[in-house]
Nanobody
Framework: QVPLIESGGGLVQTGDSLSLSCTAA????????MAWFRQTPGKEREFVAS????????QYADSVRGRFTFLKDNAKNTIYLQMNSLKPEDTATYFC????????????????????WGPGAQVTVSS
């Protein structure tokens, strides 16, 4: 098990910024490929961004590229999702995920490639 805990969600206005964090308690996250997904009620979990443990390129969904940034602090065993220029359509529950595997490209965007999940953090963007 890899306990993952997200924090930093909240209610913001269109155009605002917000940063989410995800901490892996008692684990060394540089051994894991990490990702962010989001989900709204009635819809499937949607890929947001991922970073492989190999240190390769970070991947972003087209809908967030240029606005969101995936950051990692190995010393704190924490990943971050810096979200800028937020839009109402970014409203969702955001989840961090981890796997010891190395999903790349289209595989990295699949929720079933990840073994461990946090409970989620709600982000609401008002218009």
């Amino acid at each position: 098990q890899v306990p993952l805990i997200e924090s930093g969600g909240g209610l913001v206005q269109t155009g605002d910024s917000l940063s989410l964090s995800c901490t892996a308690a008692g684990r060394t996250i540089n051994m894991y490929s990490m990702a962010w997904f989001r989900q709204t009620p009635g819809k499937e979990r949607e890929f947001v961004a991922s970073m492989p443990w190999s240190g390769g390129n970070t991947q972003y969904a087209d809908s967030v590229r240029g606005r969101f940034t995936f950051l990692k602090d190995n010393a704190k065993n924490t990943i971050y999702l810096q979200m800028n220029s937020l839009k109402p359509e970014d409203t969702a529950t955001y989840f961090c995920a981890a796997t010891t595997g190395l999903p790349l490209y289209s595989d990295a965007e699949r929720p079933d490639e990840y073994d461990y999940w946090g409970p989620g953090a709600q982000v609401t963007v008002s218009s």
